[in-house]
């Protein structure tokens, strides 16, 4: 990952700044606008782990807030990163490493996290079998579907493994050559004793008959910041009403899954995932719930960046250690949770 980051920052490090629109504001956070402020969102991925931001978009609170979203999935955080470095997006939706990575790497204008989503993390172990006593010694000696190299799924996913007193490099056989996406299908033909799923796929292998969740790594790893809005330094020095309306309807998406059940959610967000029947929606949404997946605020803490940080240096995917007060600006969160 550091290595794809290196030359995307070798590219965008030519390109001159384009600074967002800016918006007039009249005090209450609100981009005003007759039409609404244009914001270009790129997500890393599409999934029902994301469901506050979804409930925000399908409620209406991104266009009450003066917010004309256009939502677009980067399948992958390098290639979130590169659309917000290169100003084909205005704000990125990722694993806040990306942001550390290219900070590290020397960029200028990097990106800032201002918002934080989810705090466990949204994969599930996925067995052959059903294991009612799962232990992670279990997996010694075993083949495992894992992630890429630097990604959070795998890091955390080896961090647990090192938790549980499991070296990940001699232990356990972990294969990384498989694309994000089609674990859940090379582990349906065949392939691995265990496979680490998103939803909906750990879901639609149960469904199927073909594996089995077994644990929970957003559980077995505690609270990690896993998945952030970030924005480019100048972006947010430009545009600090476009952000802090941004920030107000995703809070106001945060406070629904607080309040409201697994089948409201699923019913509300059900848009989004029209390949995916409501009550698979409700059942992967009560999964979520149920490990306490999202805060109840965006403030993304320091002690949060201090954890993802120690998980890059036991991944060995950091060699020097970047500054909080310079990756995170929690004013907009703040604000919006008053």
Not at 35 to 42: E, F, I, R
Not at 82 to 107: H, K, N, V
Not at 181 to 195: E, K, N, V
Request: glycine share 8%; with cysteine.
């Amino acid at each position: 990952m550091k290595k794809i980051l290196s030359c995307l920052l070798t590219i965008t490090m030519g390109i001159s700044v384009l600074c967002g629109c800016s918006a007039s504001s009249d005090g209450s956070g609100d981009a005003s606008s007759a039409s609404g402020t244009p914001v270009v969102l790129n997500e890393v991925a599409h999934s029902i782990f994301y469901a506050p931001m979804y409930v925000a978009i399908e409620e209406g609170y991104f266009a009450e807030k003066g917010i004309d979203l256009t939502l677009v999935t980067g399948f992958g955080a390098d290639k979130t990163m590169t659309a917000l470095l290169t100003g084909e997006a205005d704000i990125g939706f990722m694993g806040s490493e990306s942001t550390i990575y290219t900070y590290a790497e020397g960029a200028s204008d990097y990106a800032v996290n201002f918002a934080q989503l989810t705090q466990r993390a949204g994969n599930f172990l996925v067995s052959r079998e059903p294991i009612d006593d799962f232990d992670w010694d279990m997996l010694i000696g075993k083949n495992v579907l894992g992630g890429r190299a630097g990604g959070m799924p795998e890091m955390v996913f080896e961090y647990i493994l090192k938790k549980n007193g499991i070296d990940p490099a001699t232990d356990v056989m972990i294969d990384q050559s498989i694309d994000f996406g089609s674990t859940a299908a090379a582990f349906s033909g065949g392939q691995g004793d265990f496979s680490v799923e998103f939803e909906p796929h750990a879901t639609s292998l149960e469904a199927k008959g073909d594996g089995y969740v077994v644990a929970s790594l957003g559980e077995d790893s505690g609270y990690v910041p896993y998945t952030a809005f970030s924005a480019k330094k100048s972006y947010l020095e430009n545009n600090p009403e476009i952000i802090q309306a941004f920030t107000n309807a995703l809070q106001r998406g945060m406070d629904y899954v607080q309040t409201h059940s697994a089948e409201e959610i699923a019913q509300v967000i059900a848009p989004q995932f029209e390949e995916t029947d409501q009550a698979t929606i409700t059942t992967i949404v009560e999964r979520y719930a149920s490990q306490d997946t999202w805060k109840s605020d965006l403030i993304f803490t320091e002690d949060s960046f201090t954890l993802l940080q120690n998980i890059l240096e036991e991944a060995g995917e950091l060699d020097e250690r970047v500054p909080y007060a310079d990756l995170v600006n929690t004013k907009f969160a703040t604000k919006a949770a008053q």
